[in-house]
């Protein structure tokens, strides 16, 4: 026996080995639960019965898709048959099971639907026969065009019986093919193209953008304010009549505090107003601060307005302080007190609001 044979010889038996093998791996029972898994969840419990591993691309079989078994003890090809999806397949090589997703065929056109499509004038022949062959009585009907005719003029010309026309030619359209005798129309002159009017609507609707509000509501306004405590200057902005403030001012002992604070616009009449700010002004600076005082002012300021003119109005009205201060040493810090006192406040505003609009006119 020459070494090619033995080798030939040998292959084989290996192959019927490894068939019986695959086949002892089909034969062998697998139990699955009668209930609703995942089909990765029946994956595990066959591989830890049979020894079998499971090789698959889960990117194309998802695996997390539910299954539901309903025998409960079946052989592993049984198994197989019943949890796989429909479009995948298996193989069996060795111990492993190779499933591949595969693509399934549609089921062919009936052979009458085709009929049907391949011959689509049948239906038109029966419904052509119902229809006279007079050539006095047949007429080319023509849809109509954009959405009316005008000046239109239609010459009818008589059609021998057993002459077929092989066009119809409609003012400036593509060529019409027609069948059997009919009177042929040609179409004069030209179509009047009428455009739909577009609908009047009586009631007009303004639409106002975020940016438009802001330009109308906003709220500006500087102002000039003395008090029995101190002097200064703040600028007042806001919407709808609520504003912030923003202050800067200076006391009778040359210091000077910067204060933060809201308030309301109250309209009463063309030019008489009312104002009610609350303040709370904090020492930054001068000869206080530099003598370790710290100290803070909360102002609650009620004042009536006279306007002048749209942009300069006066203010006066009265003012109540709560004045707190501590001495700050190096060692320790002293608490001066709490002071409230009553005081008045007076002054000029100009509504920047309505002098930027007087520029941009």
Known sequence: MSKWTEKILLAIFLLVAFGLHGQNYLNKKVTLPEEKIALK???????????????????????????????????????????????????????YIVLKKIILKKPS????????????????????????????????VLPPLQNSISNTIIEETPVEPNQKPDS??????????????????VVKDTVAKIQPESPKSDTTVTRIGFGDFLKKNYYLKG?????????GLSIQAGLSNVYAILSVGSDY???????????????????????????????IAGKSYELQVRASNTQIIPALNFSFTKSIAAFVGPTINLIKSSYVSPVSTTDLGLFVGIGYSFGIKVNLKSLFSKEKS
């Open 253 to 283: 002992n040359s210091s000077y505090l910067i204060g933060l604070g809201a308030g309301i616009h109250l309209p009463a009449t063309k030019r008489l107003s009312v104002d009610v700010d609350m303040l709370y002004n904090s020492l």
């Open 168 to 185: 119809i030619i409609v003012a400036g359209l593509d060529t019409i093919s027609v069948k059997d005798s009919i009177s042929l129309a």
């Open 223 to 231: 102002a000039v304010l003395a008090t029995n405590q101190l002097a």
């Open 41 to 95: 969840a029946a994956f595990k419990l066959i591989s830890s019965q049979t020894g079998c591993v499971f090789s698959y691309d889960p990117t194309r079989i998802p695996d997390n898709q539910l299954i539901h078994v309903s025998v409960k003890s079946l052989d592993l090809n049984a198994a197989l048959l019943q949890i796989l999806p429909k479009d995948v397949q298996y193989s069996l090589k060795g111990k």
């Open 109 to 140: 056109t009936s052979t009458s639907q085709k009929t049907k499509l391949l011959d689509p004038g049948a239906s038109e022949t029966k419904k052509e026969s119902r229809i006279s062959k007079n050539p006095e009585l047949e007429r080319l």
